[in-house]
């Protein structure tokens, strides 16, 4: 049979205003990057999103706003676009990316129908003051903790070619298996030129090399999702990424850049032997 692949998609729900300094954020407002900024997406076109993301054979679609974390606004938000989403039966898994969250805000949000909270670890506790100073590694770290004691799926993973050490990602890997996540996100950096942070794209074959390694830490049972930089770190080897142990794909677009089209994704998925997975087979999950 052939292995099934689980694409998820992503809307910006809140756009490009966020007072942190991640050094690898276009949405911090400290760098002045160029891109589209808004407070909130109008209902209506986060449910129109979520039937072409259906429709783009996701199974996963996340609701996602800039911020360091979730305040009332933002929760009352989050809360309405995901009972308006539900409302549609699509059949979608929804997962919330806000930041930092407080088990109240968590549970808040699953009594709308959110069923999964994604919030990345980013790199390892010791660099992670070299691509953020205004918050700590720690605080991040209880928040996913937080997502596992309210009994939301964890999506917890980070992004590869900020400049760390291979220590480093040795130790981030450790530390996202003892969260025991669902879904592994995994991001290759893609610098912009208002960014402070600049980097090469990783290379097709540490890229390889470093999902290979995912899978090997985090054993066979949570999903390895390719992110954020996909295209540029893999190029026409997407497949391979596959073959070295991951089974989820972002379809569609990323936060601020543009993601591969959706019917080409389909067409290489399909010659490569892959299946895209349905609804049915997220049964059984939050
Ligand atoms: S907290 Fe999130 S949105 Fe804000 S700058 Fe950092 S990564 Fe970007």
């Known amino acids: ?124 506790e010791s ?43 040795e130790d981030f890997l450790q530390a996202v298996k003892s969260l025991q996540p669902k879904t592994v996100p995994l991001n290759f950096f893609i610098t912009n030129p208002a960014l402070p942070l600049q980097q090469p794209v990783m290379a097709s074959d540490e890229a390889l090399f470093w999902v290979r390694r995912a899978r090997e830490v985090l054993g066979d049972k949570p999903r390895i999702m390719l992110a954020g930089g996909k295209e540029q770190a893999f190029g026409d080897r997407l497949m391979e990424g596959l073959e070295a142990g991951a089974n989820s794909l972002v379809v569609g677009n990323y936060l601020t850049t543009t993601g591969m089209d959706s019917r080409a994704l389909h067409d290489r998925l399909k010659n490569a032997g892959y299946a895209v997975a349905d609804t049915s087979e997220c049964k059984g999950e939050k």
């Open 1 to 124: 049979m052939a292995k099934s692949i689980f694409l998820c998609a992503i809307s910006n729900i809140a756009s490009g205003s966020c007072h942190e300094d991640c050094g690898f954020c276009t949405q911090s407002v400290r760098w002045r990057a160029d891109i589209e900024r808004y407070k909130a997406k109008p209902i209506e076109t986060i449910v129109a999103e979520a039937r072409a993301a259906r429709s783009a054979g996701a199974v996963g679609f996340c609701l996602v706003t800039a911020g360091k974390g979730v305040n009332e606004r933002t929760l009352a938000f989050v809360c309405e676009a995901a009972r308006a989403v539900q409302a549609e039966e699509l059949g979608l898994k929804l997962i919330a990316c806000n930041g930092t969250a407080s088990r109240e805000q968590l549970r808040e949000m699953k009594a709308a129908g959110i069923n999964a909270y994604n919030h990345n670890l980013e790199t390892s």
């Open 127 to 169: 660099f992670y003051p070299k691509i953020c100073t205004t918050h700590g590694w720690r605080e991040r770290y209880e928040t996913c903790e937080n997502v596992n004691s309210e009994g939301l799926d964890l999506l917890c993973g980070g992004i590869f070619g900020l400049g760390e050490s291979g220590a480093d990602r």
